[in-house]
């Protein structure tokens, strides 16, 4: 019998950037989440998973880690502080997410950075207007929107490339590159 599986394709990676918070701000995160449910449905994103996705690479061959991380070392963006203050609702794509009241300038440079650098080495890069949120809630198709009492202070002093995987529990996420942030 010929042997009639496709060939093996090359290892692959689904990768992005991302600003990662520490584990206590997770928390504080996924607590915001479960409160959120209660407005708009949803399921809260699992607190190891919350993040700040800064440039999406999508999926690539493992040998192109290397080109990654070279770019990445050559990011010069200084660290910043997210206010963050609005919690709001994006129906078509259901999600329920908080959001910084101001994109601070060097989480814009950093994001243009990137894209820019991504898109030279033959990466793809974001053309659309770069939207800083945190997703807190899947699945949660009512739009709604308010504004937190209280902001939660995100000191973000370095960015990080991420690996994705999606199994039965839902997407994981392995942290496989830190670079701090330096103007
Ligand atoms: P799932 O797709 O299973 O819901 P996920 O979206 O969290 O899981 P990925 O699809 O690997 O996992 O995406 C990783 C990160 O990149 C997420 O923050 C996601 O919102 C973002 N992302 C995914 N696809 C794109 C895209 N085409 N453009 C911009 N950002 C993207
Ligand atoms: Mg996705």
């Known amino acids: 019998m ?19 918070p520490t584990a206590a701000l997770q928390q504080q995160l996924h607590a915001l989440g479960v409160g959120l449910r209660q407005q708009i449905g949803g399921r809260p994103t699992r607190p190891e998973n919350i993040h ?32 963050l203050q609005q919690l709001g609702c994006w129906p078509q794509a ?49 739009g709604w929107h308010s504004t937190l009492e209280t902001p939660l202070c995100w000191q973000v002093e370095e960015f990080v490339l991420v690996a994705s995987t999606l199994d039965a529990h839902g997407p994981s996420y392995r942290i496989i590159g830190r670079w701090p942030l330096h103007g």
């Open 52 to 83: 700040l996705t800064l440039a999406f690479v999508g999926d690539v061959p493992a040998q192109q880690l290397p080109a990654l991380q070279q770019l990445a070392a050559g990011i010069t963006a200084a660290p910043f502080t997210l206010q």
């Open 94 to 142: 259901a999600v329920g997410w908080l959001a910084p009241d101001q994109t601070p300038e060097p989480l814009l440079q950093l994001v243009q950075q990137l894209n820019r650098d991504l898109r030279q080495a033959g990466f793809r890069g974001e053309k659309r207007r770069y939207r800083p949120h945190l997703t807190l809630l899947r699945k949660a198709t009512q």
């Open 2 to 20: 010929p042997d009639t599986s496709p060939p093996l394709s090359p290892q692959s990676l689904r990768l992005f950037f991302a600003c990662w």
